[in-house]
């Protein structure tokens, strides 16, 4: 994507918490997202967060946004095999472009 | 309610070739997008279209182009394809909700080989 970066692999074992990070561009993007995309599927989106907003909660996941350092991150607690999958953070611009990251394949070993 | 329908799902081209993907989705969304994933690239965007009858270029336009017909179709055209658009390429739309986001949802992909 336009600079939306990400680490492109991560791997940990199931049971431990799993953090992916992006960066984005856009100060001015309302909307940042996570989505997943699991083999041979399309991306279906996990979670999203207000850019008003510094953290939001939902079950195993969490996603922090630091807007002064345009860092995005979500976070997985209690990974599990099923997890394994690509994610991608993507960021709403205001001229309403949805721009993706680079994706991250998530790996979770036993 | 199918959400949003790609064809087709498998295509070999040869250079030069041309092609038209089709997407129509049936949730009466304003947006529509399409993207192409390579390894490593992440999802770029090729052309979005913000609302029926209007189209912008996104990261990589060059090669295609795109008609808004209706407001449920928004189809991909590849008037002379070369081996660098060898990709899966993904169709997705979305409608902005006043505080709860928007969601995309996407297609299942079309993958494309040029020869």
């Known amino acids: 994507g336009e600079d939306v970066e990400q680490s492109l692999f991560l791997s940990v074992r199931e049971g431990d918490s799993s953090v992916i990070n992006c960066t984005y561009t856009?100060?001015?993007?309302?909307?940042l997202y996570w989505y997943k995309q699991e083999p041979g599927a399309g991306l279906q989106l996990l979670t999203y967060?207000?850019?008003?907003?510094d953290m939001k909660q939902d079950q195993r996941l969490t996603v922090l946004l630091n807007k002064k350092d345009k860092h995005l991150s979500l976070r997985i607690a209690d990974t599990q095999t099923g997890d394994s999958a690509i994610y991608f953070c993507?960021?709403?611009?205001?001229?309403?472009?949805?721009?993706f990251g680079t994706g991250t394949r998530l790996q979770v070993f036993p | 309610n199918a959400g949003v329908t790609q064809t087709p799902k498998f295509q070999v081209l040869k250079t030069g070739q041309s092609m038209t993907l089709q997407c129509a989705q049936d949730m009466n969304h304003n947006s529509m997008y399409w993207y192409r994933q390579d390894p490593g690239m992440g999802l770029r965007l090729i052309y979005y279209?913000?609302?029926?009858?209007?189209?912008d270029k996104g990261e990589v336009p060059n090669g295609y182009n795109v008609s808004r017909l209706n407001k449920r179709e928004f189809s991909l055209r590849l008037e002379s394809a070369a081996p660098s658009q060898t990709s899966v390429y993904f169709c997705a739309s979305s409608e902005a909700r006043p505080g709860l986001g928007t969601e995309a949802f996407f297609g299942q992909g079309t993958r494309l080989t040029v020869v």
């Open positions: 856009d100060s001015s993007s309302t909307y």
């Open positions: 279209s913000a609302s029926e009858g209007t189209t």
């Open positions: 967060i207000f850019s008003n907003m």
């Open positions: 993507a960021e709403r611009r205001s001229t309403d472009k949805l721009i």
